[in-house]
């Protein structure tokens, strides 16, 4: 492996510096698919080619699938925030309403001894 990015950096198929990610090699391919040993055949330039879309095709596929996850985990934590917000305010609820009940039973105890 390191052999091949010493290569692609030698021939300047990739930016020198720049981490290896699936645009760079897409870039890669697709250059090295105008080369004149690759460029003159028809089958050679296309095989190039096709690696270079379906290398393409599965970066977006592996964004897609970093963004639906990071996504589910985003709203996962606006539920759960959520549920304890709600939690809160039922205990808070329920305590006002025993107060109220209780206070309703005191005032009914009164209005029976008058």
Do not use: C, H
Request: no cysteine.
């Amino acid at each position: 492996m390191k052999e091949g990015m010493r290569y692609l950096k030698s021939t300047l198929l990739t930016m020198p510096g720049v981490p290896y990610a699936a645009a760079e090699l897409v870039s890669a391919l697709l250059q090295i698919s105008m080369l004149p040993g690759i460029k003159n055949s028809w089958v050679n330039s296309n095989a190039v080619r096709a690696t270079a879309f379906i290398l393409a095709d599965m970066d977006l596929s592996i964004k897609a699938k970093e963004l639906a996850e990071s996504t589910v985990d985003k709203m996962k934590n606006g539920v759960e925030k959520a549920q304890v917000g709600f939690k809160s305010l039922a205990e808070s609820v329920q305590g006002e309403v025993k107060d109220i009940v209780a206070s309703l039973k005191a005032q009914v105890v009164e209005a029976i001894k008058d």
